[in-house]
Every structure is written in C-alpha cells, then in structure tokens.
C-alpha cells in the first residue's frame, strides 16, 4: 500500500503518553470511592499509599524505558503509510513499535481470552434495507434456483416479514444484494490499497488510521499453547478473493480474472453466489460443518484446528484459503421475520452457528428476504473503524459495475467457485455433535431488545444543558439503580485514535458525582436535581476527554501488571478491593459503547459479546430526533433481564425530561398549565406534560 492521503499523516501523530504515575494512583482512588464500603476506604487508602511508594515507581520506570526503547526504533522506521507490518501485532516475542501498549493491550484484552468468540468478542449489526427491497409479495422477485416453496408460505405486509425459516431457499433478490456487497467492499479495498480513503481528523487534528489495514484479509487463528493469533496480509496487493458460506459449506470466490487482473462484474458474482448456494443446497448434508468449531472455547478449537490440518493436507489448505480470504459472505437459506431480536440472533451466531466463521474479522450476512447484517471479529481492530467498509457498501447500493471490471459480454464463461472440503475421523465427528449442541445453547442464552425513544435524540438533550452522552450514560446509570437497588460498575470506550496506533482506554461513568444525583432523584427537588445533574456532565465530559487524551487509569495500570517480573508481588494487584484485573472495580454490570450519530442511518440494531451472566451489554446511536439503544443480557441470569431494563430505561428517560421542564418552570416562574400541541412542538417535547416552562 503506497503513500498517500489514506496514511500520510500517520507520522505526524503523536505517541500515545506514559502517563504520570501519581496521577494514575489519584484518579484511580477517584474510581474506586463509588463502590467502595465506606468502612473499607481506609484499607484502600492505605493499599493505594503502599503501592505508590514500594512497587509501582518500579514498574512505572520500566514502562516508561520500554517506551523510550521503542519511540527510538520506531524513529528509524516511520514511513508515511506504516502500512505493511513484519509481524503481526500479539505475535510471541514481536513488540509493536508504534506504542507502548498496543503489544500489551491485544494479548491482555484479547489474545490471550479462552472464551467462546460469539458470546465473549464479536459484534454484530443488522443493517437497513436494500433501496430497491421488494415490497410486494416475493413472487414477483425472487426466483429460486429450482427449488420448491414452502408449501403455505406467509406473506404478511411485505417482502421483509416473509417467514420461509426452514424452507430451504436462495432468492434472486439475496444473491443480487449479496453481490453488490461483495463488489462494493471490494472497491472499498482497493481504496484502502491505493490510499484514497480520505483520513479521518483535520490537518490539524489528524486521527491514526492504521485499524482500516486490519480489516480486510485479517483473522484471528487460535493455537494449541493457550493464545491466540492474528493472520494479518503482509503483501501490497494482499489476497484476491473471498469466501462463501451457505448451509455450513464454504467456497473460495474469485474476484478477479486473474489472467487480465480486472475485477469480475456484479453478473458473474452473482452467478458464483447461485452456483455455491446450489451445490450447498444439494449437498451439505454429506459434508461436515467446520465453521461450528470456531464458535467454542478457543483451547478446544485450536487443538481441533490443529488435528484437523494434520489429518488431510486437503483440511490444511481449506482452513489456509479460509483464513487468508479478504471477507467471507454468508448466505442464510431462511428468513425470520421482521423482529429485530430475532434478525440479531441470526447476525451473532447464526442460530446454530454452522455457517459461520467466527475467526474472520468481517462476515456480511444476508437471508433469504434480503435482511442484511455482519458479524465482526473485535480483536483487530475497533467497531467505529471496522464499519467503514459497510458504511461505503451500504452507501452504493444498489451496487454498479466498477470502473475496472470485465463487461458483462466479456465472452469468459461460467466462472465456478471452488468447494473447500474436509476430512474428519470419528474424533472429530464427535467434536461436531458436542459442538452443535453447546452452540444451539449458546445461542438461546442471549437475549437483545432494541429501543427507539423519539424526540430525545441530539438536538432535543442540547436544550437541557447537559452533555448528550452524560445525559443518556445518566439515564441507564439511574435505571439499573431503580430496578437493581445498587449502582452499576459501567465501562463506557473513550477513543485515542489522535495518537499513532491508538485504540481505545476506559472511561468509568460512575462517580462520586453520579452517585449524588441519582439519590437526589429519591427526594430532592427537581432544581437541586438538575443542579447535580449539571456537575455530572461536567466530571463525566472531563474524565472522557482525559481518557481520550492518554491519560486514563486502566490502561496505565495494565501496562505496570505487564511490567511485573517473577518474584515480584503486591497487594494492589491481589486486593479484591483495588485490583483492576478480578476486583470489584473490574465486575461489570453495564458494558457500554456508544456509534457516531451518522450511525444510525446505516444500523438497525447492534450487538456485542457479553460474556458475564449479570451485565447488560448496551450500545447507542443518537441521531438529531432520535435515541436508538440496543440492549443484551443472558437469558439464563437470574439478576439481569433486557426487557425490565428495557422498559426502565424508557421510563427514566420521561422522568429526567420530566424533571428539566419543572426545574426550569419553578426557576423562572413562568408556567404554561396543560401546554398546546403546538407549545409542546417549540419546547422540543414530544409528550403531555402538566406544566412546563417557557425556554
């Protein structure tokens, strides 16, 4: 990948900071004061003085040396693109130069993780429609490749809430919308290859764009000695093609004529869709289902992995094509409905997750109807980035020829995509059997519910003064406390992409602060309310600037853990009271990620791993009239449930607004009783309300 305007900012931006060590120690007792017992703060006090003054200058110098040591190396390899790395980044006795943390944070935070990838790391989305969905009855659409309807098929009030679960068909319409992703992420790579994917920032305030090279052709390969790796492209042009899933079957898709080097049209694309889907279709019984395995504990797949290669050099050079696709696309032979639960099921695992595979950085799926969505490996790089290439494949349907492709009369014929086969011994066999039934499982314990509140998007928070992103974390910290009776531990990504390499830290809106106005909400008045509430926004809007800006606690913190030698033990790591790795700081009840406001127009619901059974798992867009917020837990969990937090969220949302009308009615003394539908319309309120005050 050359030099150009993609990434040639890269070696204008900054290295991430060490941060100062006594700042750290500060803000982390800032952190722990919230849930913390107030008999126990002394024992914290005097834990935190211990580690400040014994163990941490230690590990803080040595962390700083490691930077030192690799801002210099890195010095004398800075090119404009840093485009094409010598090793991929969690590679065993490889340390990324390019920051201090980046080597830490991907075998801490992911690499070195055992847990089952649907539930614990991958993210999902559901997308809006096709422009050119089929609103009528189907039948005027979607030829079926010779394959019979199901025998009383519903049509309820359109394409999109066709139920054909089970029937066991590919529509015309699926591999049209299909091919057009495939061709529009491919002309989204080759942007990326020849740099012309405008950078993020300004000039003045660039932001880093190295997560874009690690999308495409990326996947995460476990092994069988306890960590996983990460298969990243080290060539310019990288690989040139892609993967098919359809009914557990996978299929290595041509995307160039490889004796011209020009791109296939959308025709022919389509056409090797059809031809997998119905050798698929006529075959995938006999066939073993691979994909499923990459679903479980990754200790069981890596050895399954590791048998499976060894057993047949066919199984190695199927999972070698695998993993080294660009993208894999998954065509469902079903569709379920017009639910977005249900439409986010299929789009996290799959429903049984044989067609699948999970280790692919990004998977586009469509079904049967044409309802479209991802599922999206997280170790490489972070969601925002990872949605550009969707965003652009959304943003040119319906898909066009692209400049470089073979006319459709290009006189080529059928152009056939190759069945990657497997061999499996009765070992194996069995490892299948488990698999489905463990995956089904894992499939029904979690539980989505997406909410949509109008007119409480952008544009209706500003006119309470408060920070929107204060505002909505306020609302969900104030609901669980109603429904659970306790504040919640939230985790809320605060992005450092303004430095070289720079990802996310952590940013905790739980704060002393939080903790005072959500009890002020049990009996003050709603003046003394909106008063607390406006230093909230100003702590929270605070703490997220400074995690953005290198200096959070979390991260710091895990670097010194990193930097700990055999022998070497303290306290502050053990303590279940101050350690960030297993304390009661570290236990999760709201897992929270907030999308740009752009999102919302691509996105219909989204989703993450969720791996604890006692926390919700919560992601939001906020577009300028609309507040969109999906919302995860585990069905199995005797504490946490999505719709009752679902349903209290909503309600806290009407209070808090409720509470900002009669603040500003009992300070300016002005009240309109039983407000018009019109006064409601110039107060930005979309609700009744007894009085409220003129702004």
């Not at 993450?608 to 199995?636: K, T, W």
Request: charged share 25%.
């Amino acid at each position: 990948m050359g030099t150009s305007t993609t990434f040639g900012r890269q070696h204008r931006l900054p290295r991430l900071p060490v941060p100062r060590l006594e700042n750290t120690l500060k803000l982390w007792r800032e952190h722990l004061v919230p849930v913390t017992e107030p008999v126990d703060v002394g024992q914290v006090d005097a834990i935190l003085k211990d580690f400040g003054e014994g163990l941490a200058p230690v590990l803080h110098g040595r962390l700083k040396s490691l930077e030192n040591e690799l801002a210099t190396r890195v010095n004398t390899q800075l090119m404009g693109d840093l485009i094409l790395p010598t090793s991929a980044p969690g590679s065993p006795g490889e340390i990324s130069p390019y920051s201090w943390l980046e080597d830490i944070w991907y075998k801490y935070a992911y690499l070195y993780g055992r847990d089952p990838l649907p539930i614990a790391m991958n993210w999902w989305g559901l997308f809006r429609n096709h422009p050119d969905k089929p609103e009528l009855e189907p039948k005027e659409y979607d030829h079926v490749l010779g394959f019979p309807r199901p025998a009383n098929p519903k049509y309820r009030q359109g394409f999109s809430d066709w139920t054909a679960k089970g029937s066991g068909e590919i529509t015309e319409f699926q591999l049209k919308r299909a091919a057009g992703f495939v061709s529009n992420l491919t002309t989204y790579y080759e942007r990326i290859v020849s740099g012309s994917v405008a950078p993020d920032g300004s000039e003045r305030n660039p932001q880093c764009m190295n997560q874009l090279r690690m999308i495409y052709g990326v996947t995460r390969v476990p092994t069988t000695l306890g960590y996983d790796m990460l298969r990243v492209p080290t060539s310019k042009e990288g690989p040139r093609y892609a993967v098919i899933l359809c009914r557990g079957l996978a299929y290595k898709m041509s995307l160039y004529d490889e004796s011209t080097g020009q791109r296939w049209n959308l025709e022919t694309l389509q056409k090797q869709l059809a031809a997998a889907a119905e050798d698929a279709m006529l075959i995938s019984r006999k066939k073993a289902h691979i994909g499923i395995l990459t679903g479980m504990n990754r200790d069981v797949w890596g050895h399954a992995r590791d048998k499976l290669c060894r057993l047949s050099d066919q199984n190695a050079k199927s999972v070698e094509t695998i993993e080294g696709a660009l993208f894999c696309i998954a065509l469902e032979d079903f569709s379920v409905g017009a639910g977005v639960s249900k439409r986010g099921e299929v789009m996290a695992c799959g429903l049984n997750g044989r067609n699948r595979w999970f280790d692919k950085c990004l998977t586009i799926i469509v079904m049967a109807d044409g309802t479209a969505g991802c599922n999206v490996e997280h170790t490489p790089a972070d969601a925002v980035v990872q949605c550009y290439p969707i965003m652009y494949a959304l943003d040119h349907e319906p898909a066009h020829d692209a400049p470089n492709s073979l006319p459709a009369d290009n006189g080529v014929g059928i152009v056939v995509p190759q069945r990657l086969d497997f061999d499996t011994d009765a070992e194996l066999d069995q490892l299948l059997v488990d698999s489905d039934f463990k995956m089904r499982a894992m499939c029904n314990t979690v539980d989505f519910d997406v909410m949509e509140f109008r007119n409480h998007g952008l544009q209706e928070i500003k006119k309470f003064g408060i920070p929107a992103d204060a505002w909505v974390q306020m609302a969900m910290q104030l609901a669980y406390y109603r429904l659970h009776k306790r504040f919640a531990t939230t985790y809320e990504t605060a992005g450092t992409r303004q430095f070289l390499h720079g990802r996310t830290d952590t940013m905790r809106p739980l704060t002393s602060e939080a903790v005072n106005w959500v009890k002020s909400t049990m009996g003050s008045s709603p003046v003394e309310q909106m008063r607390l509430l406006n230093k909230v926004g100003k702590r929270h809007m605070y703490l997220l600037k400074n995690a953005s800006h290198g200096h959070g606690a979390d991260r710091h913190l895990l670097g010194l853990k990193a930097m700990i030698q055999a022998g070497e033990s303290t306290e502050f790591f053990n303590n279940k009271l101050t350690s960030p790795f297993g304390g009661v700081i570290s236990q999760w009840r709201l897992s929270t990620s907030a999308l740009p406001p752009q999102f919302w127009r691509y996105f219909v619901g989204t989703g993450f791993g969720n791996l604890a059974e006692d926390v919700y798992g919560v992601n939001y867009m906020m577009a300028p009239h609309l507040l969109r917020v999906s919302i995860e837990s585990h069905q199995a969990s005797l504490y946490a449930n999505t719709r009752e937090y679902h349903l209290e969220l909503r309600a806290t949302l009407r209070d808090m607004r409720r509470v900002f009308f009669k603040a500003r009615a009992l300070e300016s003394g002005t009240i309109i009783k039983n407000p018009t539908s019109k006064e409601r319309e110039e107060l930005g309120i979309g609700l009744p309300y007894p009085y409220v005050a003129k702004l």
